[in-house]
């Protein structure tokens, strides 16, 4: 299937590459001509411009782009997608955007005769590069099921929440509860070593008891407790802290919307706001531990 992909960046770039691996025909388009090359030497075929991805003869166009201005210009753009994407090109966003900026995307798009579906994921770059990524989809079921042998490629699992705008209203819950449990288990983590607990067992009690969490056992902010997490690696790539400020400034947006408190949220918005301003908003969300341990 010829599909367009425009965001190829920490997530987007290994979610192409997947699609790559499949057996799908790319076309693929990232402001980063870095972000290009390595798609294209996996196999993608490059386009000059997001136009030239709209216009050309694709099924499918997914973008994973940063935040809801990226996704409206790129969509509605005057050279974005809408302007140039035939009818029946089904349109995936798979950004983290707020649900209103979502639905108003697909508003305009189904207004052309265009399908969009808002599929936000979780999973983080490990999750991106071994396809085990989960896909909370708004919009309508049957256009979930035209996408479902696409999104199947990328993810373990696509959840259908409900009309266009719920994948990212589940989202937004999802990345609250993410961003207070990764400050919780730099607290932990920090206290318990610091008391005298190799950081190794530490975990394995806390990975196999009741505060054991996502933050804990897949992706533990102590470094040297997991090869794999950001932790081992300087806190580089995965989810950077300016983009886990970006999803707690939803939650909390939303939140005054409904007249909703939002204590612990709002309070990880700040302490991650803090970090950010320190110089370190591209570390991986992770790094939050540091304001434990300044060693880390
Ligand atoms: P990123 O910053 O690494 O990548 C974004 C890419 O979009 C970059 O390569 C950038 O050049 C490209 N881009 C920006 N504007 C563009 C435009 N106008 N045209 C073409 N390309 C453009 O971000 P990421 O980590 O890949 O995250 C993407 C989205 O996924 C965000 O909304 C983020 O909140 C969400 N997300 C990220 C993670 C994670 O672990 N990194 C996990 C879940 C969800």
Not at 5 to 16: D, E, Q, S, V, Y
Request: proline share 4%.
């Amino acid at each position: 299937m010829q599909i367009g992909f425009i965001g190829l960046g920490n997530m987007g770039g290994p979610m192409a590459h997947n699609m790559i691996q499949a057996g799908h025909d790319l076309l693929v388009f990232d402001l980063s001509s870095d972000a290009v090359k390595v798609a294209t030497d996996a196999g993608a075929t490059a386009a000059g411009s997001v136009a030239e991805v709209a216009g050309s003869a694709v099924e499918i166009i997914i973008t994973m782009l940063p935040a809801a201005m990226h996704v409206k210009q790129v969509y509605q753009g005057e050279n974005g997608i809408l302007a140039g994407v035939a009818p029946q090109v089904l349109l995936i966003d798979a950004s983290t955007i707020d649900p209103l900026s979502a639905r108003e995307v697909a508003a305009a798009a189904q207004e052309q005769g265009n399908a969009m579906l808002d599929a936000p994921v979780s999973g983080g770059t490990g999750g991106a590069a071994a396809g085990t990524l989960t896909f909370m989809v708004g919009g309508e079921a049957a256009d979930l099921e035209r996408a479902r042998g696409v999104l199947d490629v990328m993810g373990k699992q696509a959840i259908h929440c409900g009309p266009s705008g719920n994948g990212q209203v589940a989202k937004v819950a999802n990345n609250l509860l993410l961003g207070i449990t990764m400050i919780g288990v730099s607290e932990a983590m920090s206290l318990g070593v610091t008391l005298g607990m190799d950081p190794k067992v530490l975990a394995e009690v806390i990975n196999t008891s009741s505060g054991r969490c996502w933050s804990s056992d897949t992706y533990n902010p102590f470094p040297g407790v997991m090869d794999n997490a950001p932790a081992a690696r300087g806190y580089s790539g995965g989810f950077g802290t300016d983009l886990m400020i970006k999803d707690l400034g939803l939650a909390t947006e939303a939140a005054k919307q409904v007249g909703q408190p939002l204590l612990l949220g709002a309070l990880s918005q700040q302490i991650y706001q803090g970090f950010s301003a320190k110089g370190q908003g591209q570390l991986d969300f992770s790094a939050i531990i540091k304001n434990y341990r300044q060693e880390e």
